[in-house]
DNA sequence: CTTGACACAGAACGAATGTTCGGATAGAAT
DNA sequence: ATTCTATCCGAACATTCGTTCTGTGTCAAG
């Protein structure tokens, strides 16, 4: 195992990169000694061993033309590489939320049981990862599909389309898909009081909910976004 | 030259397409036989030249496994290539629009002039392109963030994000920002009636407001797309 | 001073791999 | 009936290319 990556192990990451790039096939060891100041195809094999080993290359045995950077390497590496912002935000730009069902007042929230995987779901909503908070999720975002009038208070409207994540736990301040007492389904922004729970609508001109302790209510997620297509 | 694309060519081509996006790197011949019908390298070589010949397949000579589906094969035959909407989402998949100013029911809409250039403003909103109608036009939405509480009607928020469409023609149900008698800037439902407008809000318990035709309103764009990050 | 580890080199080898050759078959055109 | 073209095949060959071998030099550690 190499103590560290030397000058001469990232020359040779460079042009494996590069002619990946530039040609759309990969180069053999003699085009790697050709682009740097390694001499023997012995000594290209002996860093691809290293590099390998630390998980920056893949290659397959006696199979010619096989040499890739993995995405390990890109990443530490991506200034070396050449990898523009380009590159890198195609790898977070967007991502698919499943859009797992409806959200109404009368219904608990369909939160999905354990990693939400994509293929499980029919249809999906594509965003710009950028509108996501970073605290988020991005794994175990479902999309809810509100039906009806009920959600009015929260400013969301019969149509829209709500981002969540699965969540029990809530900080002040954030919006929550609240059932209370197993009866409604609403989306409140939540605050903790001394004695109670106050559930803000978004609506500014409306008046919150104050739940005593005793009342039951289920944190069934975080509103992460909404979005409303005219 | 093939008078035309065989089976065997489509074969050809699937193989090639598929061991490259599946093992990274390109097939050889005998990988190809060993895929398809063929039972010789020299009739792969056979197939190979012709689909060079029309443009499909680009490969480098004496060098192993340079073998690629141009674009030109890939959106021709994209469904035996099983390249999927994915790929095609790839080349469109996401926008960036321009984050143009704010909106307020005290000032006109800050519809910008012409051609609209992301390096004319600091700020944009990525956007997956699914989320916009296709009929409109991605070059020139802008984005506007909603400042007050003026636009509740609309069931938008302050802080949301509008994305607008630079428009002087409407039709009926169409969301707009109309700018009435010069006063007022708001976010409505818009109808053409016989001898008035009506302007609908997006809140169904409100009522709508009645414009005369003596009364100037000037529509200053149309709204595709509300976002309200939480 | 000796030893071991690491970096380096050229050469040889064997396998992988693309190209070419000679030939066969079937069908269309003359 | 003959010729031409397209399609097909296996084999051989030449080149490419990855692996292995043997050896050398440098430097740090003991």
């Known amino acids: 195992m190499a103590k560290k990556i030397s000058d001469r192990h990232k020359q040779v990451l460079k042009v494996v990169q590069k002619h990946n790039d530039e040609y759309g096939y990969a180069p053999s060891y003699r085009d ?9 195809t012995s000594m290209v094999n002996y860093y691809l061993k290293q590099l390998e080993e630390v998980g920056y290359i893949q290659r397959e045995e006696n199979i010619s033309r096989t040499l890739s950077v993995t995405e390990k390497a890109k990443r530490k590496y991506h200034q070396l590489l ?4 380009d590159f890198i935000n195609d790898m977070v730009r967007s991502l698919s939320v499943p859009m797992v069902g409806e959200i109404v007042a009368s219904e608990p929230v369909p939160v999905p049981a354990g990693d939400i ?3 499980d779901y029919e249809n999906s909503v594509d965003l710009a990862a950028s509108l996501i908070p970073r605290n988020a999720d991005n794994e175990n975002l479902f999309a809810l599909e509100v039906k ?8 969301v409207n019969d149509g829209d389309i709500v981002i969540m994540k699965p969540s029990q736990e809530v900080k002040n301040g954030e919006m929550v898909a609240v059932r209370i007492n197993e009866d409604e389904t609403t989306l409140k922004y939540f605050f903790k009081e001394d004695d109670r729970v106050r559930l803000q609508p978004a609506n500014p001109t409306m ?3 104050f739940v005593e302790k005793s009342t039951p209510i289920e944190i069934q997620g975080k509103v992460v976004l909404v979005l409303r297509q005219i």
Chains 1, 2 share one sequence.
């Open 32 to 40: 790697i000694c050709e682009e740097t100041e390694i001499t023997s």
């Open 82 to 85: 050449g990898i523009t912002e």
């Open 148 to 155: 009806g009038d009920s959600m009015i208070d929260a400013m």
């Open 207 to 209: 008046d919150p909910i």
């Open 117 to 119: 995987g994509l293929q």
